[in-house]
Every structure is written in structure tokens, then in C-alpha cells.
């Protein structure tokens, strides 16, 4: 497995981090093919806008061909479904979500040398525009719609309810190797809720290996993976870890009595 230091994440496109992280989880995955895309977007996005000196309206235009003519948008109906997630589906299908239309979103943005970043705001990945008088916009890669704090706020306060309060940590640029564990576990998850376990394990293997070493939750939710592959063994001793790691956690009661369990199952060879 590639290993790439914090720094070396962030100096790269956080579209390449996606490619080399979902190549780390599927082999047969074609980085080569969406990298020609994604050059491919790019080329026709320098072609139909650098020759514009405004930078704003710069801006507009790749929002105008990124959402309206080329026709990329947000997955209302399958919005968890791990062809968001994975780059060259969402290249096909034009679909995906905040994450995926975002790290595209900015790979042109900075072909266009246009001053935007990535946020990863609690409840989706946002778009930060910084312009150079100080002004600073947000933009929803779901749709291309600006985005007031008030929104965000809203947003915010539906998620993890009504006294939660807006922080200026929430806005700051963030660095590429958190982007891309979270995305992971997004990943994780869809695997998980389309019963794709080996994957899904991989996703917890490559989290593990490349971006949280140690993370007591990932390594939790590893546990239950290898439970639904009947590898009790390997279940109890990642319960085992997170129960040690955090014994004030609700969960570690729950996971006493499971761990109980599953050491009265016999053991299981693979």
C-alpha cells in the first residue's frame, strides 16, 4: 500500500488524493481513465473561460459549465449509493455528492487559477471562495447554489439540533488527508448498506493504514465488519480494542455483551 506523508496529500490535488485512495481499496479501479477525464474537463474549461481577466466571472462561467452544460449535479434519488462516491462513476453518470462533484469541482477551479478551497463543514463538504479584497463566499458543490452561514446554520442545527452554534473552526480550509477519510467512510458506509463487506473491510483497512492508525472508533466499526464475515475471532479482538480504548464510550457496554457471544461461537476458519 502507497504511503504519502500529511504534507504530500495536501500538495496534491485532492482529486488525485481520491484516485490513489480508491485504487489503495480497488485494485481493478481505472485511475488512468478518470485522470484522462479529468484532464480532458480541464482542457475544455481553460479553452472556454482563461482568456476571461475577471476572476469572479471566471468563477461564473465554471459554474455555468460545470452545473448547466455539462450537466453535473447532485444525487437526490441515490444519494448514499456508492456510485457517488467512486470518481468514475460520477464522471459517467454526471452524479454524485458534495464530495465527489466538489474535489472535481476544484481541480478545474485551480486549472482556472481561481482562489478556491475545500471545508469540510460538519454536515457536507463545502466549497470556500477567498477572493483577494478579503470577501469570502461559499458555494454548495451539490448544486452550485451560494451559500449564506445563515443556511449553514440551518444546516447545522437540523443535524445535531437547535443550540448548536455556528464555529469559525467549521470554516477553515481543510487539509486533504481529513477530506479523505471522511470520504472514506462515506464509502464505508454505502459499501456496507449494499452488503459489500470484503470492500467495505478494505475501506476500514485503508483508513487504518493510510489516515487514523490506532482510530479506536475505526477500528470498532472494523469489528463489525469482520462479524458480518463470520470472522468472530477478528470481531472480538477489534471490540476488544475499542472497549479498552474507550470505556466511557455507551458503546463499550453493548459491546461487552457481544463480545460474550461471539467468544461462545466456534471458531471460524478463512
Known sequence: M?????QEWDDMPLVEGAVLMT???EPSFPGAWVRLQL????DEAEQALMDEPNAELRLEGL????????????????????DNIYLDRVLERKKGIPVSLGSIFLFLAERLDLPVYGVGFPTQFVLKVEWFNGQTQYINPFDGEYLSQHMMSAWLKGHHGPFTELRDEYFETAEHIDILARWLTVMKSALLREGQ???ALRCSDVVLDAFRPG???EIRDRGYIYQQLDCSHAAVMDYEYFIEQCPE????????????ELNKAPLVFH
Open 63 to 82: 459554474i455555468r459549465l460545470f452545473y448547466r452544460e455539462w450537466g453535473f449535479k447532485g444525487d437526490h434519488e441515490q444519494y448514499f449509493s456508492a
Open 23 to 25: 485504487e489503495m481499496v
Open 39 to 42: 484532464s480532458r474537463l480541464a
Open 215 to 217: 482510530d479506536p472508533h
Open 197 to 199: 463487506f470484503a470492500e
Open 249 to 260: 464510550d455507551p458503546a463499550a457496554e453493548l459491546l461487552k455483551i457481544q463480545v460474550e
Open 2 to 6: 502507497l504511503h504519502f506523508t500529511e
